[in-house]
């Protein structure tokens, strides 16, 4: 990925006194064009890099081998540094490299940079087993940008049913769940959700939001995923199974499966959720030969139920 080698030619300029366009292919593998080009981009970008023609040239940083990046402008530090977060795609050693680049920016952008780095999430996981894929909604930039300036928002917002209504928020970050994304805020009835495709205005009120104390938007996303998951899936099936069977009950069921100890008999106790007794029977009627459904009795009378029509339909 481009940002990969930007970040790392940087890091390499940070290092070195000089460095040569045939230094930065060999390090990172790329071609001598690939560099160049690299490097160019990297100045027009306003990073203080400067090349020094002739022999003995190359690339250096202006002021030496150690800089404090002021050559960048705050929505350039910004976008730097929202590479550096959990919804990049840069790998793991560029996002510390990032992280720590943070520290070398002029006192007034650091703020804005680490709020950048924090602002997004992605949770692969899906809502259920959709497959509609939705294009990228036209106020999650703007919803961001009142994240990352840290800025309450008027939200218009229309809800499933249809209904509109406006709200003043205070934006904390913004999560793609899967292909939807959403924008996690902190309201007068403490942090709530929106779905950013059903967001119909965004108005920055400029004045500054409030940020719970120790709010950490990972672990916060992962509390309300997980409820609205048990929401969506209320009821609970006890099972045991045997143990072979647990990865595949962990692929089928994902998230809705918990595992749990073993009996004396050598099975494995689970709890699988569902949204009701029949729906979740119908899910689990092809595991009779792993599984053993011990409650509620109504998932298991119609458990009953499925195999005697199965018997009648094709014995």
């Known amino acids: 990925m481009r940002a990969d080698r930007l970040v790392a030619i940087l890091l390499l300029l940070q290092q070195r006194e000089l460095v040569t366009a045939a230094q930065v292919a060999r390090e990172l593998e790329i071609s001598e064009s690939t560099a160049r080009r690299d490097l160019d ?22 002021g030496g081998a150690r800089t404090d990046l002021t050559g960048l402008t705050a929505p350039e530090a910004r976008a730097l540094f929202l590479m550096a977060g959990p919804a990049s795609s840069a790998n793991p050693a560029a996002r510390a490299a990032l992280r720590k680049l943070v520290q070398a920016l002029p006192e007034p952008f650091r703020a804005p940079a680490q709020a950048a780095a924090s602002s997004r999430l992605v949770d692969p996981h899906r809502w259920g087993v959709s497959q509609v894929e939705y294009p990228t909604p036209p106020f999650l930039d703007a919803l961001q940008d009142a994240v990352i300036r840290g800025v309450r928002t008027r939200l218009g917002y229309v809800d499933g049913d249809g209904c509109a209504t406006e709200r003043i928020v205070h934006p904390l970050g913004v999560v793609a769940k899967g292909p939807t994304w959403y924008v996690v805020t902190h309201t007068d009835a403490g942090l709530r959700t929106f779905r950013i495709d059903r967001v119909s205005s965004v108005e920055p009120t400029g004045d500054p939001v409030h940020r719970p104390e120790g709010f950490d938007l990972a672990e916060s996303w992962r509390e309300i995923a997980d409820d609205l998951d048990r929401r969506r899936t209320p009821l ?9 069977a647990v990865g595949k ?22 709890v699988i959720r569902g949204y009701d007794e029949y729906s979740l029977a ?13 409650g509620p009795p109504g998932v298991r009378d119609h458990l009953a139920s499925i195999g005697r029509t199965l018997v009648e339909r094709y014995r």
């Open 41 to 62: 981009a990297l100045a027009m970008a306003g990073v203080p890099v400067y090349s020094a023609q002739g022999r003995g040239g190359g690339w250096r940083l202006v």
């Open 236 to 244: 609970e099936a006890h099972a045991v199974c045997v143990p072979d």
């Open 249 to 270: 009950l962990r692929m089928g069921f994902g998230d809705r499966l918990e595992v749990g100890g073993s009996t004396a008999g050598g099975r494995i106790e689970v």
């Open 282 to 294: 119908g899910e689990l009627a092809g595991l009779v030969e792993w599984l053993e459904v011990t």
